[in-house]
Structures are given as structure tokens and as C-alpha cells.
């Protein structure tokens, strides 16, 4: 599905060849209809090169920064998300350590988890910095005597405790000891750690990196990095060292990162008059990893076996959601990829009652999964747990159709109060026994609304509601005759403060246009006020 940027990208580039084309076809057909002015052919030839270059050159800066642009964009919900994960899952196993009793082996692992998580919030911190300071013109770095060797030796240590690998899996040949350069040693130790960084993360099925250290010729050393990764074609070879520049979505979602750690390497590269030779890598493997967890002892109060499917590929935060949905007596299975957790939600052999949804997946995104969910006719209840919490990713949620949205890091009884919420509204349909007669039902036209179990009847048909679709009409109901403004909506359905392009609340509109007007280009109850935004009529005028 093609965004809303994207659209404009396309029709301002599209526009502009257009002007182009247009401009190339008037300044012909007058230089043939004048050709026998020659000054005038002349000074008009002239003029005409300047605008079509003016105009080529414009078309040109535009698309770049249009893709400068969705560069800084894809940078900042990156580092959004490597900043704000640790965080959420550290404060999700100290609100777990607070509020639960835990035998001593559990409180020692969720001691560990918390460490490695503090460990990648840091070096995330240490990323930013360092692009910061070695991007800048002005810094100063002193010159010393350093063993590149030594440096690679803790570079190669480093990563195999960080990444809990065995010697075979990152190999260290050394050809010349020691290697002694002139540098700056916090800077060759970061362009060489993210070097061997950068191989192992984007390494697929069972990491296999090599790191060679040998002597060139006029006194020069050189550093390779090997890996049998996931491939980059030639196109985007030239591209990997720019900043904030991140190799596809399909790949990039699936590998965390910021997009700063070869950017840091050319820089401190180039602070050095040193060189990097970069050499196309293939060999796509397919990598499956399975999760389990146990509930460590726990009391389990009974749910009715109501399951719940996490769908989060950050290992420590799935755990530690699981550890707690199973805590509280639910059932909890994991995905930690966004087409096999759409698969198994759409396998009539398996049934949840609530999804726990992350945006940012590897393969289809969050907003993918919940917008196919719906097409489908499937309504289970979707709530979003995201570090994206920008309003307009709040409203992409919405949009998508999940029932609510809460960004990392949460509190952990609120996020157990919301799922508890859905959970309940999603088994009122499913009763054995009917429940009671409710009042918190609004009829209009031959049209029935039912807010408690989120169904719309009309004649013989029965459709189900989402959530906000739910709200945003009992919003307007309540508010029947009287014109409602986007923004009202917006902070009173949404609970969005800030400036946020109120378009999207006219996707709302279209959707429940289709449900319940007769003649959704023509509504006679959900009506539009120019300037203003809507109105409801429970009674339209014939």
C-alpha cells in the first residue's frame, strides 16, 4: 500500500517532468514557428536552455531531499525504538520484581535481563554521540602511537560475550603483531567495533564472521571483516556509509539498528586518510527462532483460559509480557514476525482472544497486520504496545483498526488494566447464556448500535465495530445536531493534545459512511460541515 508521503512524492515528481515535457514542447514549436528570426532564435534558444536546466535542477534537489527527508524519519523512529525498548523492558521487570513474588533464581535472571538491557540502551547512547562528535569539522583528536591489534583483539572479545558466540563463530586470524598506527584510540575502536558489529547482526541463521588482521605494503594495515549475511546488492553497496541510511525495510525491520554505525566508520576513515573497500556479500539463509517460557513457581489465578498472542520480536520484553499475562492466569504465545503471527490469527484452527501488537516487525509491519485483520472479517481485539507514540502513529493505529494504543514504556498495571478491558468486552458476544438486557444501545432508522459488544445491526446484517469506531460514533451521537470539529474529535475520542493533521479523521468518516448510510456519497446521517467537520442525524430530513 503506498502512504501518503509516498503519494506525494510520486505527484510532485510526476508534476515536475510534466512541467518539463511541457516546457520542451511550447519552446520547440516557437522556435519552429520563428525560425526565420535568427536573434530572436538565438536569445530564445538561450533562455530556454536556463529553464529547462532550472527546471531539471529543481526536480532533482527536490527528490533528494524528499528522500533526505524519509531518511531522518526512518533515523528517528530507529532510534526511538533502540532508545525507548531497554527502557520499557527494564521498567517492565522492575514493576514485575515490585509487584510479584519471585524465588531467587527468577529474580537473578530478570537481574540479567536488565543488565544486557541497560548494556544496549548504552551502547545505543555511545552511537549518537560518537556520529555526533566524528561528523564534526570542528573536533580535535590527538595523534598517538596505538597497537591495531590489541584493538581488534578487544573488539573480537567484546562482541563474542555480547553476542554469547563461540570462537568458531567469530574467527580473529592475526598476520602481523603488533600493528602500530597513529590514531585516536576511541575512535579506531569504534569504527573497528562497528565494523564487526554490523557482520554479526545482520548475519542470518548461525553467525560465521571472520576479522583479519594483516600488513600492507608502504607501511600500511589493514582490517577485513567477512561475513556470509543476508546480501546487499551494488546499488545499495554505495550507499552503507551515509548517514542515518539503512538498507531495505525487509531487512532493516527485521535487524535493529540506528544507521549510524558505518557512517562512524567512513568517518574516522576518512579523519585518517585511511581507505574502506567494500565487496558485494550473498547467501540468504532462512532463520526460524522459537520462544518458551515458564511461569517460575507463580500462583495462577484462573481466566477461563483466555490466550493472547504477543506479537514482539524483542526477546526480553515478549518474555516478560508473557511472564506476566501468565502470571494473571491468561494463556500467552508469542510471534516475533509479522506474517506468521497474521497466518496464525487467520488459521481457523486457532483461536485468541486479544493481540498484543508491536509496529515495528520483522516482515509485515503492525499497521500492515491489523489493516489485513480487518479486510478479513476478523475483529479480534487489537491493542498496539509500540515505541512509536507520535500522534500521527497513534492515529495510523486507529486507522488501521486497533482498539487501543499505548506506547513503551507503560506502566505495567495500566497495560494489565487495558488488556483486561478488551478481554472482557471481546467475551460478552460469546456467552453461553445471554447477558442482561443493556441500555447502552441507540436506535436510529431501522439502525441498532450496541457499544458494549461493538455490533452495528442494520436490517439482517450484523457488523462489527472497532473500538475507536465505537467511540467516534458515540462521540458524534451524543453531540447529535450540534457540528463537531476535527480537532474536538481528536482530543475528546483520541485524547490527542497536539497539532496533528486532522485528515485522518475523515478515513473514520468514509468507513462508517459504508456501514450505515444507504447511499454512502450522498449520507443523510453522518454529515459534512464545510470548514468545521461533522454532524450526526438520527433523523434526516426527507
Known amino acids: 500500500m503506498i502512504s501518503g508521503r509516498q503519494r506525494k512524492t510520486i505527484f510532485f515528481t510526476v508534476f515536475g517532468i510534466c512541467l518539463v515535457a511541457a516546457a520542451v514542447t511550447l519552446n520547440v514549436s516557437w522556435l519552429v514557428l520563428n525560425w526565420r528570426e535568427g536573434v530572436l532564435i538565438v536569445f530564445g534558444s538561450i533562455f530556454f536552455m536556463v529553464i529547462i536546466a532550472g527546471m531539471v535542477i529543481n526536480t532533482i534537489f527536490l527528490v533528494r531531499e524528499i528522500r533526505r527527508n524519509e531518511q531522518h524519519d526512518s533515523f528517528i523512529n530507529a532510534v526511538t525504538h533502540e532508545l525507548k525498548t531497554p527502557v520499557a523492558s527494564i521498567r517492565l521487570y522492575l514493576q514485575t520484581l515490585q509487584s510479584r513474588e519471585l524465588d531467587e533464581a527468577k529474580r537473578r535472571e530478570f537481574y540479567r535481563i536488565m543488565l544486557d538491557d541497560s548494556d544496549r540502551l548504552l551502547h545505543t547512547i555511545e552511537q549518537v554521540l560518537r556520529a555526533g562528535a566524528t561528523g564534526s569539522i570542528l573536533r580535535r583528536s590527538a595523534r598517538v602511537r596505538l597497537d591495531l591489534s590489541q584493538i581488534a583483539r578487544e573488539c573480537v572479545e567484546l562482541a563474542r560475550t555480547r553476542y554469547h558466540l563461540a570462537a568458531e563463530a567469530l574467527e580473529y586470524v592475526e598476520r602481523t603483531s603488533p600493528a602500530i598506527v597513529l590514531g585516536d584510540g576511541d575512535e579506531l575502536k ?13 548475519s542470518v541463521g548461525d553467525v560465521k564472521v571472520r576479522v583479519e588482521l594483516e600488513a600492507l605494503p608502504q607501511q600500511r594495515v589493514a582490517v577485513r571483516v567477512t561475513d556470509q549475511g543476508v546480501g546487499i546488492s ?27 554505525g558505518l557512517f562512524i566508520v567512513r568517518s574516522v576513515a576518512q579523519a585518517w586518510r585511511a581507505r574502506i573497500r567494500r565487496e558485494r556479500r550473498a547467501g540468504m539463509r532462512q532463520h526460524v527462532h522459537a520462544a518458551a517460557a515458564g511461569s517460575a513457581g507463580l500462583r495462577v489465578r484462573s481466566r477461563m483460559s483466555q490466550r493472547v498472542l504477543i506479537v514482539e520480536d524483542e526477546h526480553h520484553l515478549a518474555e516478560g509480557l508473557r511472564f506476566n499475562l501468565e502470571a494473571e492466569g491468561y494463556a500467552a504465545d508469542i510471534e516475533e514476525n509479522g506474517d506468521s503471527a497474521l497466518e496464525r490469527l487467520l488459521d481457523p484452527a486457532q483461536h485468541y482472544d486479544l493481540v498484543v501488537l508491536d509496529v515495528m516487525l520483522p516482515g509485515k509491519d503492525g499497521f500492515t497486520v491489523a489493516r489485513e485483520l480487518r479486510q478479513r472479517q476478523n475483529f479480534v481485539p487489537v491493542l498496539m504496545l509500540t515505541a512509536r507514540g507520535r500522534p500521527e502513529d497513534v492515529l495510523n493505529g486507529f486507522a488501521a483498526g486497533a482498539d ?3 506506547a513503551k514504556p507503560t506502566e505495567l498495571a495500566i497495560l494489565l488494566a487495558r488488556i483486561g478491558g478488551l478481554l472482557r468486552r471481546s467475551s460478552w458476544p460469546r456467552r453461553e447464556t445471554p447477558p442482561e438486557p443493556r441500555e447502552n444501545r441507540v436506535t436510529f432508522s431501522g439502525r441498532t448500535i450496541d457499544f458494549d459488544s461493538l455490533e452495528l445491526t442494520v436490517g439482517d446484517r450484523v457488523l462489527q465495530l472497532t473500538l475507536m469506531e465505537a467511540n467516534l460514533l458515540r462521540y458524534l451521537i451524543e453531540h447529535e445536531g450540534k457540528a463537531v470539529s476535527r480537532k474536538a474529535m481528536l482530543e475528546q475520542v483520541w485524547g490527542l493534545h497536539e497539532d496533528t493533521d486532522t485528515r485522518a479523521i475523515d478515513n473514520f468518516i468514509v468507513r462508517l459512511r459504508r456501514y450505515i448510510e444507504e447511499e454512502p456519497s450522498r449520507p443523510k446521517h453522518l454529515l459534512t460541515v464545510r470548514g468545521v467537520g461533522y454532524r450526526f442525524s438520527a433523523s434526516p430530513a426527507p
Open 234 to 260: 551494488p546499488t545499495e553497496l554505495k550507499r552503507i556509509f551515509k548517514r542515518f541510511y539503512r538498507i531495505p525495510a525487509s531487512v532493516a525491520v527485521r535487524t535493529k539498528g540506528s544507521g549510524l
Open 190 to 202: 569504534a569504527a573497528v567495533w562497528n565494523l564487526i558489529d554490523n557482520a554479526v547482526k545482520y
Open 404 to 406: 487501543d494504543y499505548l
